[in-house]
């Protein structure tokens, strides 16, 4: 993907970001596209599928598969929700016209794709790839009870734990000998450190036990479990709360101290190094003040957690993306080199995929956090999985919608000459001159990508 128009003057930029997609696409698509996409800090580039590496070759049977659970929820989405969001509007319409496809037909399910939906690629502002990352769900052992071996807790919600991370605290008046509650207020709900230490404790909020710290800090990231009880029976546990703390990546800790570098950072390498120093891992964990809250699924030992968009997830077709940019249900195509095989980033990844999770890590127009199933294969593959990749973002060919398209950042040449033309000048005249100068800047720089946060968040 090119990087914008970045050689074209300022005076012209304007009229050529304005038009990358539109007379790329022509008069029809113009109108198909039109206001369906407002995402900030983004550039997009019009394509075709067949100019799409490894899109013939992919499993679209698999692809459509998936994007059918996502539309049982759109299905189930409002008028008022859909007149406030047109793409989940577009991809309702799409998900009408899927209901009656005959899906079984050799190539019915790549038709379906290029029929419906035009391809657009998306990357942040300035760039020609996104960020990737994995998930799994973990499976280990544990017990309903406590017990000398099995200590460390698995939550659910607190009754007290308020939207937004906040509980209510009381504040005591410390005049005279006794203290004297004088109200209540909004404060910030324990954080990491103050849980471990035992805050919840005794308030009937365990739903099981595990014997490692380490596996339990790892199941709050991925935000899923199965717990293997000592009847044999499986637990299943997914998100349902967190404190309201922001998300740390706690490698980034070990890569400054020069313990790991940067290029070998996986989660493996964060396991092997809190088991190998115990105290100190304790306090890197500490580092991370988030913490995740549970619920119990009952779901069947073959069915797959739930993701943000309430569908159960696909290994190698599901992706966790930034809820406040994309529209759940919305399929992107990824092409990347990634380290499935092995440890090193050799594998070819090209894959039709679908917007169906979120996390609190996963930040940006051209970010993803791909499902990759439950165990310690699936654990491994997501762990080392911290790599470049180009997205598609597939559009819901409609009528009567509109785009958007968000301007590519201008080099900053015109606005200094204005701002330095402004030196010179004084009184009503300099005002106008720093106006224009403003005029000429954008958004701020993209959300800076992270990894490994909770799922369903």
């Known amino acids: 993907m090119t990087q914008g128009r970045r050689g074209l003057q300022h005076g012209s930029m304007r009229i050529g970001a304005a038009a990358l997609v539109l007379l790329a696409l022509g008069t029809a698509a113009q109108a198909d596209l039109r206001k369906l996409v407002k995402i900030p800090d983004a550039q997009f580039e019009a394509t075709e599928f067949a100019e799409i590496e490894g899109w013939a070759e992919d499993d679209h049977d698999a692809a459509l598969a998936a994007f059918l659970k996502s539309c049982r929820a759109i299905a189930r989405s409002t008028a008022e929700a859909r007149a406030a969001r047109p793409m989940l509007a577009a991809l309702h319409e799409v998900c009408h016209r899927a209901a009656g496809f005959r899906r079984h037909e050799p190539g019915a399910a790549r038709a379906f794709f290029e029929q419906n939906f035009r391809p657009l690629r998306i990357a942040p502002l300035g760039e020609r790839d996104g960020f990737l990352t994995g998930y799994y769900e973990p499976i280990v052992d544990g017990t309903r009870e406590e017990t000398a071996e099995f200590k460390y807790p698995l939550y659910r919600k607190p009754p007290n734990l308020l939207p937004g991370g906040r509980m209510l605290a009381s504040q005591f008046s410390s005049r005279g000998r006794k203290a004297k509650r004088v109200k209540r207020r909004l404060v910030p ?27 339990a800090f790892f199941i709050h990231i991925q935000g899923s479990v199965r717990v293997r009880l000592e009847d044999g029976k499986t637990l299943r546990l997914n998100y349902l709360a967190q404190n309201g703390h922001p998300y740390t990546a706690v490698g980034k800790f070990l890569i400054e101290r020069k313990i790991v570098p940067k290029e070998e950072m996986s989660m493996d390498r964060i396991r092997q190094w809190m088991e190998a120093n115990p105290e100190e891992g304790r306090e890197l964990r500490r580092k991370n003040r988030s913490y995740i809250f549970f619920r119990e699924t009952h779901l069947a030992d073959n069915e797959e957690p739930f993701g943000a968009q309430g569908v159960s997830l696909t290994p190698g077709r599901s992706i966790a993306v930034d809820r406040n940019l994309h529209v759940y249900g919305t399929p992107f195509f990824i092409a990347a080199e990634l380290p499935i095989e092995s440890e090193q980033p050799t594998t070819p990844f090209r894959r039709l995929m679908v917007a169906q999770d979120t996390g609190g890590a996963i930040i940006g127009p051209a970010r993803a956090d791909i499902y990759f199933g439950a165990g310690d294969e699936a654990g491994s593959i997501s762990g080392r999985l911290r790599h470049a990749g180009r997205f598609v973002m597939l559009l819901p060919s409609v009528r009567e919608a509109e785009i958007d398209v968000p301007l590519p950042r201008p080099k900053p040449a015109p606005a200094e000459l204005l701002a330095k033309a402004d030196d010179g000048k004084s ?19 993209p959300a800076k990508m992270q990894r490994g946060a909770p799922r369903k968040r």
């Open 189 to 215: 709900f324990h954080d990491r450190a103050a849980i471990d230490d035992g805050v919840l404790a005794g308030r009937n909020l365990e739903i099981c036990w595990l014997k490692d710290p380490i596996d």
């Open 427 to 445: 009184g009503k005249a300099g005002k106008t001159a720093k106006k224009k100068a403003a005029s000429t800047k954008v958004a701020a720089k």
